[in-house]
């Protein structure tokens, strides 16, 4: 970091991006997001834009308790059995793979 001035930028950027995520600190959205810009980092600058143009979806997502992380993860899943099983079965063995739980002890 000490040989090149926009590492550093970006590296305390990105820290203060995941601290914020992590705990839910909605309020320091917006300072973040000039502080990007102001950054002079292109992928900084990109992803702050991006950021940008759902800022609202970001704010709440940063300042309610709710997740559909549960919800993606169960649609992840289900598409990788899909596409492991593509062409080679049919429907009764694809919701047996679905359905299936291992034991756990």
Known sequence: MAADKQVEVTAQLSERFV????QQESD?????????????????????NGIRQDYSAVHNALSSIWSNGQVEGQ??????IKRIMCG???????????LYRPVTI
Do not use: G, P, T
């Open 19 to 22: 601290k914020m995520v992590k």
């Open 28 to 48: 320091k959205l917006e300072q973040w997001l000039k502080d990007a810009v102001a950054s002079s980092v292109r992928s900084l600058i990109s992803f702050a």
């Open 88 to 98: 080679r079965a049919n429907f009764d063995l694809l919701r047996k793979r679905v």
């Open 75 to 80: 649609v992840n899943r289900l598409k990788f």
